[in-house]
C-alpha cells in the first residue's frame, strides 16, 4: 500500500472513533435525562452499606452508560456529606463493573451486521427529535446508532486495509513474544498512555476489538491493552480532579488504587487467568488457526469477558478492604495549608470534571446551599458587631464581614456564569426550570449580604459618632435580630432537605413577625424622639437597622419561594 492509502486509512479510524465517543455521549446524555433526578435519589438513598453501595454504582452506570457520570455525583454527594469516602468507594466499585457493558456492546456492534438496524434507528431518532414528547428517546435512539455506525466503519476499515494480510502490520505485532510478561508490560503501558492522550476508554477499547478480531494482535497483548486502559482512564480522572477540592482527589485516587490493585494481581496471574475467561467463552488461545468469521466473533467476546471479569474478581476481593483503601487516600491526598482558610472558594462546582447539564445542576443546588450558610454565619457576625464595646475587636469583626461582602458578590457572580454555561446545552424542561429558579436564589441570597453589610456600615457610622443607642434600643435590636436569625436557619433548613422542617409557612409566618415588630418600633420610635429620650440622629440609625432587617426577611421569603417551588418540581 502506498503512503496516501495509509493516510486515508488514518483518517477513517479517526474519523469512525470519533463518531463512537460522540455517540456515547448522546446516549448517556439521553439516558440521564430520561431518568431524571430517580437516579441521583437512587445514589442518594442506597448506599446503606459498601455492598449496597456497590450495587448501586453498578445500576446507574448500567443505566447511564457512563462511569464519569456515576463517579461525578458520587464526589458531589461525598462534598454535601450525603455519602462518606467510603460509601463513595463502594459506588466507584460498582461503576466498574457496570461500564463493562460498553464492551458487550461493543462485541455485539463486531459479532453482529448492523448495518440494517443503523439507518432505520437514525430515522426513527429523527422523527422522535422533532416530536417534543419523545425527544429524549430519539436522542438515545441516535446516540446508539451513530455507536453502532462507527462499528460497523472502524470494522469496514479494518478489512479495507486487509489487516490480517498486511504483513508489515503482522510482522510489527508478531515481533513481540506473547508469552513475555515484558511485551505484556510494554502493551499495558500503550494502552495506558493511548488512555491518557484520547480520554475515552470506550475509543480503546474499540481499537483493541477492531484489531483482535482481524487476528493480527494476539489475544495476550490485546488483554494487556485493556489493562492498561483500566489504569489510563483513572489517571485522566486524577488528572482533571487536581483543580478540585480534597474529597475529590482523594475519590479520584481511590479508582487509581482500585484499579491499579487489580492490575498487579492480574499480572502475577496473567497467563493462567486469561486462559481460564478464553476457556469460559471457548475459544482457545494456543489455535494458531481460525477463520475470519469465527475471530470475528469470538475475540470480541473473550475481550468483553476479560473486562467484565477483571473488575468482578477485583471487586470480590477489594470490597472487603474499603476502610484500608480509605485511610490510604486519606494518608496520600491531605487538605493543603490554605483550602481551609481560604474563604473564597467553590466547594462543590468543579471545571476540572467532566460531566453532564443534568449532574451539573445538583453541583449548583449544594453550592447555593454553601452560600445560603456563609451568609447566615456573616449575619452571626453582625450580631456579635451589635454587642462589641471595643474598638479593635469592633474594626477585626467588621473587616471580616467587609471581606464576606466581596465573596458575596464573588460567589454570585461565579455560580450564575456556571449556570449560564449549563443552559446552553441542551436541557430538559425540568432542568430548565431549575436552573431559573436557582438564578433568582442566589440573587436574593446575595441581597441579604448586601442587607448585613448595611447594618454594619451603619453600626460603625454610630460607632465614630458621639452619641450611643439607649439599653432599650440594644434589646429591641437584640429582638429583631432574633427574629431575622430564625428566618435564615429556616431558609437553611429547607436547603439542608429536613423533612420535618420543610415548610415553607414557617418561613411566612416569621417575616410577618419581623414586618410587625417593624412597624411597631417606628411608630414608638417617632414618639421617642418626640419625646427627647434620644436625638433625631440615633433614632435615624436605629431605625437604618430596623428597616435592614426587614428587607432581609422579605429576601429570606423570596429564596424560600423559588427553593420550594423547585423542589415541588421534584417531588
Not at 208 to 228: D, K, Q, R
Not at 244 to 249: G, K
Not at 265 to 294: E, I, K, M, Q, R
Amino acid at each position: 500500500m502506498e503512503t496516501g492509502d495509509y493516510l486515508i486509512f488514518f483518517f477513517r479510524i479517526a474519523g469512525s472513533l470519533a463518531l463512537l465517543i460522540y455517540g456515547m455521549k448522546i446516549m448517556s446524555e439521553a439516558l440521564q435525562k430520561m431518568a431524571g433526578s430517580q437516579l441521583r435519589h437512587v445514589l442518594s438513598a442506597m448506599t446503606t452499606n459498601r455492598f449496597t453501595g456497590m450495587l448501586t454504582g453498578t445500576f446507574v452506570t448500567c443505566a447511564v452508560q457512563s462511569s464519569t457520570a456515576t463517579t461525578v455525583m458520587t464526589v458531589s454527594f461525598v462534598n454535601a456529606g450525603l455519602l462518606t469516602l467510603a460509601q463513595a468507594i463502594s459506588v466507584i466499585m460498582g461503576a466498574n463493573i457496570g461500564t463493562t457493558l460498553t464492551a458487550w456492546i461493543m462485541s455485539l456492534g463486531y459479532s453482529l451486521d448492523l448495518t440494517n438496524f443503523v439507518f432505520p434507528a437514525f430515522l426513527v431518532g429523527i422523527i422522535l427529535i422533532y416530536s417534543r414528547r419523545y425527544r429524549y428517546k430519539g436522542d438515545f435512539l441516535f446516540g446508539i446508532a451513530f455507536l453502532f455506525f462507527s462499528l460497523v466503519l472502524l470494522s469496514d476499515a479494518g478489512k479495507s486495509l486487509d489487516l490480517q494480510n498486511n504483513k508489515g502490520v503482522i510482522d510489527f505485532f508478531g515481533s513481540f513474544d506473547v508469552n513475555s510478561y515484558f511485551s505484556i508490560f510494554i502493551f499495558l503501558l500503550i494502552g495506558t498512555i493511548i488512555t491518557c492522550i484520547v480520554q475515552s476508554s470506550a475509543a480503546v477499547m474499540a481499537i483493541t476489538i477492531l484489531l483482535c478480531s482481524t487476528g493480527v494482535l494476539p489475544i495476550y497483548l490485546g488483554i494487556a491493552l485493556v489493562m492498561g486502559e483500566n489504569i489510563g482512564t483513572t489517571l485522566t480522572a486524577n488528572l482533571a480532579a487536581l483543580g478540585s477540592n480534597t474529597q475529590a482527589r482523594r475519590t479520584a485516587f481511590a479508582h487509581f488504587l482500585f484499579n491499579a490493585f487489580g492490575v498487579i494481581w492480574v499480572l502475577c496471574l496473567f497467563y493462567p487467568f486469561v486462559n481460564g475467561v478464553c476457556h469460559l467463552v471457548g475459544y482457545d488461545p494456543a489455535t494458531s488457526h481460525l477463520s475470519a468469521h469465527d475471530l470475528s466473533i469470538k475475540l470480541p467476546v473473550v475481550l468483553a469477558a476479560f473486562h467484565t471479569c477483571f473488575n468482578v474478581f477485583n471487586t470480590a476481593i477489594l470490597i472487603w478492604f474499603i476502610p484500608q483503601i480509605e485511610r490510604v487516600a486519606c494518608w496520600v491526598i491531605k487538605p493543603g495549608k490554605k483550602e481551609e482558610e481560604e474563604e473564597f472558594r467553590l466547594r462543590f462546582i468543579q471545571g476540572g470534571i467532566m460531566k453532564t447539564p443534568e449532574l451539573s445542576v445538583l453541583e449548583a443546588h449544594k453550592e447555593i446551599s454553601s452560600f445560603a450558610e456563609r451568609i447566615h454565619r456573616m449575619f452571626g457576625m453582625v450580631r456579635e458587631l451589635l454587642g462589641t464595646k471595643d474598638d479593635s475587636s469592633f474594626v477585626k469583626i467588621f473587616t471580616r464581614i467587609e471581606k464576606y461582602e466581596g465573596i458575596s458578590d464573588n460567589m454570585e457572580i461565579e455560580i450564575a456564569k456556571y449556570l449560564d454555561q449549563v443552559s446552553d446545552a441542551h436541557l430538559s424542561d425540568e432542568t430548565k426550570a431549575k436552573i431559573r429558579a436557582m438564578l433568582r436564589e442566589i440573587s436574593e441570597i446575595e441581597s441579604i449580604g448586601d442587607s448585613c453589610y448595611n447594618i454594619a456600615r451603619t453600626l460603625k457610622r454610630k460607632l465614630n459618632g458621639k452619641e450611643d443607642f439607649t439599653e432599650r434600643q440594644y434589646e429591641h435590636l437584640h429582638q429583631m435580630f432574633e427574629l431575622t436569625d430564625d428566618a435564615l436557619s429556616q431558609m437553611q433548613s429547607l436547603f439542608l432537605g429536613r423533612k420535618d422542617e420543610l415548610d415553607a409557612n414557617r418561613s411566612f409566618n416569621i417575616e410577618n413577625e419581623i414586618n410587625n415588630y417593624r412597624d411597631q418600633l417606628k411608630s414608638q420610635n417617632i414618639n421617642d424622639v418626640n419625646n427627647h429620650e434620644y436625638t433625631y440622629a440615633i433614632g435615624t440609625m436605629y431605625m437604618d437597622i430596623v428597616q435592614e432587617c426587614e428587607k432581609l426577611g422579605d429576601y429570606v421569603v423570596n429564596v424560600v419561594e423559588a427553593r420550594m417551588g423547585t423542589r415541588q418540581k421534584e417531588a
